[in-house]
């Protein structure tokens, strides 16, 4: 099968995780245009108690079976990946089907006493189909990371974006007619059908692509597995934890929102209208470079294991420090980029600048998120996956506290929630790296930080001096991706002048390789 580099699969994840993107922002401006904001609140309020119900079906086991896979074939060990493969297969199954139904059950209660918004029940039945076919996904897709193959995640990730695009304004548009949440309904079924042909597409690769068979001698091995279970459960069961706690604030955040903006005065409808904007519009935009720094991490968990399984440290140390300087990389101008241009960005995407004073509010803060997932990912493949845990829980209660101690004030109103995810951002960032610097006395040298303000220093005047040569950009979409063209360019040449990408780097990708 085949074996990427930690280089060569990050990029993999990344170009799929560009186009994945892509194609992720022309569904929302679709939905946006098609169901308008208030369409876009419904959908969005929903979407937490979903991700909420499948954390708990994923029980933590996609990291844990990267990381264990990666060990067991470091060492040869063919049988331990079948056994790691068939109590996953276990976990997840009866997970899923007892979280389907359980799910169902509760959503109207969810609905009307959580969401205080009836109509998200619709949008909320819709989605359940997608918790087993997940789950199943999930398994696999950990299975074909641990042996550090990215191409299966990284295909299957664009095939489930294709389908979904392809579906979504025929079923937005075709039930719009009967209600908002009838269209917001149909853009979540276009996310299950999205993700079962995602499914099919990788159960394939494995069928083709394995090296055992799970059926042969199942019960044999699933009886000796109790010591796979436990090594497991070690990962899986702080990294449940910590994903738990996440979705359980964005379980909470809506509903936090409603009662915090209800006592500040607001009507459900703007409170709907202005959460939806937070959530449909800003977000996304200063979401967009964790494409690059989720595909870091998900190439440092086996990279880092296999490198611990062969006691390898002095390597372990490289890759945490490769990936904070490359996720600093890809992230910096997009702070920049979100700064400077949040107007015409937000006009051209979504036709509604509104939200510009949030997207300038929040960029620079958030440059410290694109830091936090290669962190996490290498608390996780240093089995130090509960300290990651116990600091979400940290990070999210002090968000939601201050979210609701500021929302609930009429002179913030929504800007108090914008305020309360950037302290929460900050905050656990800042505890990741400081579990990282105690336990295996990792430090980011002082001339990077140097180099990082430096570099961002730059790039903005760069910025504002070209945006100053071009103001029709404001104006005319050609010219605004023309001065984009031209800060990416420089940009470019500034990551080499500052030394964030060496030529070490480039010579690993196969079209710098010479013949």
């Known amino acids: 099968m085949a074996k ?3 280089i060569q699969g990050t990029l993999i994840l990344i170009i799929a995780g560009l186009i994945t993107r892509f194609l992720g922002f022309i569904n929302r401006i679709v939905v946006a245009r098609i169901m308008g904001e208030e369409g876009v609140g419904l959908y969005m309020m929903a979407l937490p108690t ?17 990381k264990r896979v990666a060990e067991a074939d470091a060492q040869g060990d063919r049988l331990k990946i079948k056994r790691i493969l068939i109590i996953a297969f276990s976990i997840t199954l009866v997970l899923s089907a007892i979280f389907t139904v359980a799910y169902i059950l509760i959503a109207p209660i969810v609905a009307t006493q ?8 619709y949008p909320l039945i819709a989605i359940s189909p997608i918790i087993p076919i997940v789950a199943i996904s999930a398994v696999l897709r950990g299975y074909f990371l641990g042996l550090q193959n990215m191409k299966p995640q990284a295909i299957s990730q664009v095939i489930e974006q294709i389908v979904r695009i392809a579906l979504v304004a025929l079923l937005t548009k075709a039930l719009l007619p009967y209600g908002v949440e009838f269209a917001a309904s149909g853009a979540m079924i276009s996310v299950v059908i999205g993700e079962a042909c995602s499914l099919a597409y990788i159960v394939y690769q494995f069928k083709n692509k394995k090296r055992i068979r799970v059926r042969k001698n199942f019960w044999k091995s699933f009886k000796k597995g109790r010591e796979t279970l436990g090594e497991l459960m070690s990962i899986a069961l702080p990294t449940t934890g910590s994903r738990l706690v996440g979705n359980l604030s964005h379980f909470l955040e809506p509903i936090l929102v409603a009662q915090a903006l209800a006592i500040a005065g607001f009507t459900v409808s703007q409170t709907t209208s202005l959460y939806g904007e937070l ?61 400077i241009f949040a107007g015409p960005i937000l006009t051209f995407m979504y036709n509604d600048a509104d939200a510009i004073k949030y997207v300038q509010l929040m960029a620079p803060f958030f440059i410290l998120l694109y830091f936090q997932a290669p962190l996490q990912a290498a608390l996780q493949a240093l089995d130090l ?50 579990v990282l610097v105690k336990a295996i006395s990792f430090k980011l040298p002082f001339v990077d930080i140097i180099k990082m303000l430096g570099l961002l220093g730059t790039t903005y005047m760069v910025g504002k001096y070209i945006y100053f040569l071009f103001p029709q950009a404001e104006k005319s979409g050609i010219t605004l991706l023309f001065v984009f063209l031209i800060i990416g360019i420089i940009y470019v040449l500034l990551l080499f002048l500052f030394r964030f990408i060496t030529k070490e780097e480039l010579k690993q990708l196969p079209f710098f390789k010479k013949k």
């Open 385 to 434: 996956a509960k300290q990651a845990m116990y600091n979400s829980i940290i990070g999210s209660i002090v968000k939601l506290t201050t979210l609701f101690i500021l929302a609930s004030r009429p002179e913030f109103g929504i800007r108090g929630v914008v305020i309360a995810i950037v302290v929460g951002v900050v905050l656990v960032t800042f505890l990741h790296y400081a």
């Open 50 to 66: 979903l991700f909420l119900v499948i954390t708990l079906t994923h029980f933590g086991l996609p990291v844990a079976i990267s």
């Open 279 to 339: 959530t449909g519009y800003v977000l996304p935009l200063l979401f967009l470079p964790t494409f690059i720094t989720n595909s870091l991490s998900t190439a440092l968990v086996p990279s880092i294991s296999e490198a611990g399984a062969k006691n390898q440290v002095k390597l372990i140390h490289f890759r945490i420090h490769q990936s904070i300087r490359l996720s600093f990389a890809s992230g910096g101008i997009a702070t920049v980029v979100l700064f």
């Open 4 to 6: 990427q580099t930690f």
């Open 114 to 121: 959580f969401l205080t918004d009836e109509r998200t029940l």
